[in-house]
T-cell receptor, first 114, second 114 residues
Framework: DAMVIQNPRYQVTQFGKPVTLSCSQTLNHNVMYWYQQKSSQAPKLLFH???????NEADTPDNFQSRRPNTSFCFLDIRSPGLGDAAMYLC?????????????FGPGTRLTVL | AQSVTQPDIHITVSEGASLELRCNYS??????LFWYVQSPGQGLQLLLK??????LVQGIKGFEAEFKRSQSSFNLRKPSVHWSDAAEYFCAVGARIGYSTLTFGKGTMLLVSP
């Protein structure tokens, strides 16, 4: 089945130690998104790629970076995680970026910062 | 800017009873509207979406939602709730112009009692 895969499902890191979260997709979608979801809150869009075009949300901290080396993979890098970055990180994809393009979500990576 | 309000943080419904989850949106025109469900520790799954046309839309798992322009609402309903419906439900709005990133509400946690 075509799907969105996130690895690892659970990640523990230390305060200030860089961490990378991975997302891959078999849907061959053009757009990939990263959301941050803190406990009992709405998912918040951090950034997205349309093909190789990177689109950063205005309020996304510089501490968060992303890479998309090819269509299938997208990475979220947190350069110096703080305690406030502990959250569920959701990857999503869509065929296009029009409003009618449904976003398909992966299962998420739960990040713990010690 | 678009926004979504889900006024109920938690709702408890008896198994077999009917369900209505409320969603109100703010947008300058008719938006694209979505309902997603998130089971514990999982990503988001699309239940249904409204783009145009018939204001009553049918989704998966027996859910439906009705778009009411006059009330800026898109409430989710199910006639008979099953224990497996216990999850968190998110309403989201997408813009019709430009990149259609989603804005989510804060979610409603549905608890199902025996």
């Amino acid at each position: 089945d075509a799907m969105v895969i996130q690895n690892p499902r659970y990640q523990v890191t230390q305060f200030g130690k860089p961490v990378t979260l991975s997302c891959s997709q078999t849907l061959n979608h053009n757009v990939m998104y990263w959301y941050q979801q803190k406990s009992s809150q709405a998912p918040k869009l951090l950034f997205h790629y349309y093909d190789k075009d990177f689109n950063n949300e205005a309020d996304t901290p510089d501490n968060f970076q992303s890479r998309r080396p090819n269509t299938s993979f997208c990475f979220l890098d947190i350069r110096s995680p703080g305690l406030g970055d502990a959250a569920m990180y959701l990857c999503a994809t869509s065929l296009g970026a029009a409003g009618t393009d449904t976003q398909y979500f992966g299962p998420g990576t739960r990040l713990t910062v010690l | 800017a678009q926004s979504v309000t889900q006024p109920d943080i938690h709702i408890t419904v008896s198994e077999g009873a009917s369900l209505e989850l409320r969603c109100n949106y703010s947008y300058g025109a008719t938006p694209y509207l979505f309902w997603y469900v998130q089971s514990p520790g999982q990503g988001l799954q699309l239940l249904l979406k409204y783009f145009s046309g018939d204001t009553l839309v049918q989704g998966i798992k027996g859910f439906e939602a009705e778009f009411k322009r006059s009330q800026s609402s898109f409430n989710l309903r199910k006639p008979s709730v099953h224990w497996s419906d216990a999850a968190e439900y998110f309403c989201a709005v997408g813009a019709r112009i430009g990149y259609s990133t989603l804005t989510f509400g804060k979610g409603t946690m549905l608890l199902v009692s025996p």
